[in-house]
């Protein structure tokens, strides 16, 4: 075997590899300037951390590459798609640094309760300020917690030690995890009104971008501090400094930012934010525990095949790759959808915890490899939960106590020839922190998909939730659940019109009448209660996914349309490739 480190490592790290007998081990200081690709030519592993960028270009180099492994968590440097197609298993190293930036978190709250920075600043300019340092304690507050993966449950166990009251918000995780670690689950706007800190750990998702902002704020306790350990763009920076300005927040703690390094922050010169430079992973014991992980992981796959945080597809023959593809990427497009279908859609909205997901192959689907398929549909349904990947998504189902229920059913009568289908149930979060059982149905908490691959590329949706409906899974979709009375598609097309947007597809659905409605005349001339319909708008939009110009008609398209009486609900989610 041989291993290409094309980055330092710890002595630790090069030691696992350099125990096995027989391998071959290249340091990052032994590879010449412009010759990594010729040492790749007849490499196993890649190990890398964020400075190399593995493209296409190298990976063509790299002709018996079996594993590339990112010592961190994001993979931006790598083209695990073009990895995949290849068989290159890409790795990395979800947690390993959980407890480290955990330990940031809590000292940057407790920097802003005794005010340290400028204590220390005094103190260096020989001023003595004990007076005008008064400060307050953590006990008896009350932590917000946005996001309880790994991380977000290290800092709830760590704010439990110093008396705090820990609350959060996580549609990712089941009420028994979050009972076990002591943390009542509430909706966000309820974290955002009790909390006197909130603590962001979530990753970045068309969800998630800008969470913390002006109406967001203005529905937040006043005094709130807030910490960013996560990622910067979760913050609009301009809504939380004017806040601060106005002294609705009491102060922040930021370790991410929009632009790395920040040229022009608003929070420059700003005594009540406290910045560091992306720092809460780098210890010396975190960066350790990365390279140790990577490197066993690394290893146990080349040596045992046993695939650990892989970001992409488990190892297939090419052609049974090229046959399961197309439905890994429709299963991960219904589960996104389907999870979509308990919130509102926005990052303000309230949601309930996903508890139990049902999966049910049909036809010729049934006969093939399945768990790519699986773990993508449960990968789509838990889009923007921490670390959860197309590999890890049983195991990241399992530690947030989510049930997953298979069936296969190879011989299907008439219809399409595979069809995957798939159901969410739903956990109520409730503004006491306890589970409530949703009842089955819709908003109810029972979301049910059926979709297919048609032409070996379109993934479509056949039903949602009792509605037969044919609607292409890609881009950016409108929901509407609407009254069937005349009118409505009209109404539709108008206001989307008048604010620029531009109907690439509409497909409609309907609620199949009862016999006993479809025999029963009008006889006295009363008017009967309207059934309902369901339609599917895929607009037309950029191939990077909706602009800000696009995302702002949207709000003012949907604020319309939600004055239709006709109108009963309407949402967005958009569909990119997972």
Same mark, same amino acid.
């Given at each position: 075997?041989? *291993?290409?480190? #094309?980055?330092?490592?710890?002595?630790?790290?090069? /030691?696992?590899?350099?125990?096995?007998?027989?391998?071959?081990? &290249?340091?990052?200081?032994?590879?010449?300037?412009?010759?990594?690709?010729?040492?790749?030519?007849? !490499?196993?592993?890649?190990?890398?951390?964020?400075?190399?960028?593995?493209?296409?270009?190298?990976? !063509?180099? #790299?002709?018996?590459?079996?594993?590339?492994?990112r010592a961190g968590v994001g993979v931006d440097n790598i083209d695990a798609e073009e990895a995949t197609r290849r068989g290159i298993v890409v790795m990395n190293t979800p947690g390993a640094n959980a407890v480290a930036v955990a330990e940031l978190t809590l000292a940057l709250m407790i920097a802003m309760c005794r005010g340290m920075i400028r204590a220390n600043a005094g103190m260096h300019a020989a001023r003595w300020e004990k007076k005008s340092l008064q400060g307050s304690e953590l006990r008896g507050k009350t932590l917000g917690i946005i996001g309880l993966g790994r991380v977000?449950?290290? &800092? #709830?166990?760590? /704010?439990? !030690?110093?008396?705090?009251?820990?609350?959060?918000?996580?549609?990712? *995780?089941?009420?028994?995890? /979050?009972?076990?670690?002591?943390?009542?689950?509430?909706?966000?706007?309820?974290?955002?009104?009790?909390?006197?800190?909130?603590?962001?750990? &979530?990753?970045?998702?068309?969800?998630?971008?800008?969470?913390?902002?002006?109406?967001?704020?203005?529905?937040?306790?006043?005094?709130?501090? *807030?910490?960013?350990?996560?990622?910067?763009?979760?913050?609009?920076?301009?809504?939380?400094?004017?806040?601060?300005?106005?002294?609705?927040?009491?102060?922040?703690?930021?370790?991410?930012?929009?632009?790395e390094p920040p040229k022009d922050s608003p929070f420059f010169g700003m005594e009540q934010v406290l910045l560091s430079p992306h720092i809460a992973g780098s210890t010396d014991e975190a960066q350790e525990a990365i390279g140790i992980q990577l490197a066993n992981q690394v290893r146990d796959y080349l040596k045992l095949g046993v695939v650990q945080n892989a970001v992409n597809a488990a190892s297939l023959s090419e052609e049974e790759y090229a046959e399961i593809a197309p439905y890994v990427e429709m299963a991960s497009r219904l589960g996104q959808l389907l999870s979509h279908a308990g919130s509102s859609g926005g990052p303000g909205s309230s949601r309930g915890s996903v508890d139990s997901i049902s999966l049910a192959y049909n036809g010729r689907l049934a006969a093939l490899k399945t768990e790519m398929i699986r773990n993508a549909a449960i990968a789509g349904a838990l889009y923007g939960a921490d670390g959860v990947n197309r590999i890890n998504a049983m195991t990241a189902a399992a530690e947030r106590g989510i049930r997953v229920q298979e069936e296969k059913r190879e011989q299907i009568a008439g219809g399409a020839g595979s069809t995957l289908g798939m159901t969410l149930h739903w956990t109520r979060q409730t503004g006491s922190g306890a589970g409530e059982q949703a009842g089955s149905g819709g908003e109810d908490g029972l979301w049910k998909g059926v979709a297919t691959v048609l032409h070996g590329r379109s993934p479509r949706l056949l039903r949602y939730d009792s509605i037969d409906i044919e609607a292409e899974l890609a881009g950016t979709l409108m929901i509407f659940r609407n009254q069937d009375v005349p009118g409505v598609i009209g109404r539709i097309g108008t206001i989307l019109g008048e604010a620029g947007l531009n109907i690439a597809s509409f497909a409609l659905g309907r609620e199949k009448p009862s016999p006993a409605a479809d025999s029963a005349p009008d006889l006295a001339g009363v008017k009967t209660e309207p059934g309902h319909a369901l339609a599917f708008v895929q607009l037309d939009t950029p191939s990077g996914g909706a602009s800000q110009e696009i995302q702002d008609a949207l709000h003012q398209a949907i604020a319309t349309l939600r004055r239709v009486p006709a109108i009963t609900s309407v949402r967005t989610v958009d569909l990119g490739k997972l």
């Open positions: 075997m041989k *291993i290409v480190l #094309a980055e330092k490592v710890s002595p630790a790290t090069l /030691a696992i590899f350099q125990k096995e007998p027989g391998w071959k081990v &290249v340091t990052a200081e032994r590879i010449a300037p412009g010759g990594l690709a010729a040492e790749l030519a007849d !490499a196993d592993a890649l190990v890398v951390r964020s400075a190399i960028q593995v493209d296409a270009a190298l990976l !063509a180099a #790299a002709s018996r590459l079996r594993v590339i492994g977000g449950l290290e &800092v #709830a166990r760590r /704010a439990l !030690a110093f008396g705090m009251k820990v609350i959060g918000y996580d549609p990712f *995780i089941a009420p028994v995890i /979050a009972r076990e670690n002591h943390v009542a689950l509430l909706t966000l706007e309820e974290v955002f009104s009790s909390s006197d800190f909130l603590s962001l750990h &979530v990753g970045l998702t068309p969800q998630t971008e800008g969470l913390i902002n002006e109406r967001s704020i203005a529905g937040m306790k006043k005094g709130i501090r *807030i910490v960013n350990c996560a990622r910067g763009e979760l913050i609009v920076e301009n809504a939380l400094a004017e806040a601060i300005r106005s002294g609705h927040v009491a102060g922040a703690a930021l370790d991410v930012f929009r632009q």
